[in-house]
């Protein structure tokens, strides 16, 4: 990751993929809870789980931008206003962050094609599953998907609550170098 001194801030770029990709990563989470109010088998319950599918794939063509954003954009240094453990601890967090997403929604893909189901991103375009149907492997599958999705949001939570900490308690600009220009200038 290229690291430039004179940048105090993530650019507009990862700055939009950063809370664009908490809004989904959120929304997906969300969404399964939802699902408990429709009987099953009725078409509610279906585009809960319909729009479950969608959000993961766009989380997956997000992280598919951010990453190598992350990787070879031009990122600022750690903050000045922070001690060496907490930057590698900071950093730590996130490559957990990003591991437990990517093992997650390749999970649920896998998931969803063990069941024998296409997966449709927002019905513009669909992937049938390329495997055969495994229910009992599912089974499996899906409670590795639901262990890792709660560390995504276990994870995410400890994430912001230590940016509140920082913006808040601390009064460091960790939270201000990721948010949008016109609420930290």
Known sequence: MPVDTSLTRYGPALRALHWLTAIAVFTAFGVTYLEAFFARGTPARGMMWWVHISVGL????????????????????????????????SHIVHGLLYLALIATLALGVYLAFLRGNAVSFFSLFTIPSPIAVNRDLGKQVQEIHELMANAVIILAVLHAAAAVLHHVVLKDDVLKRMLPERLAP
Do not use: E, H
């Open 58 to 89: 766009l989380l997956i063509a997000l992280l598919a931008v951010r990453i190598p954003v992350r990787i070879f954009g031009r990122n600022p240094p750690a903050s000045a206003q922070i001690s060496r453990p907490v930057a590698i601890a």
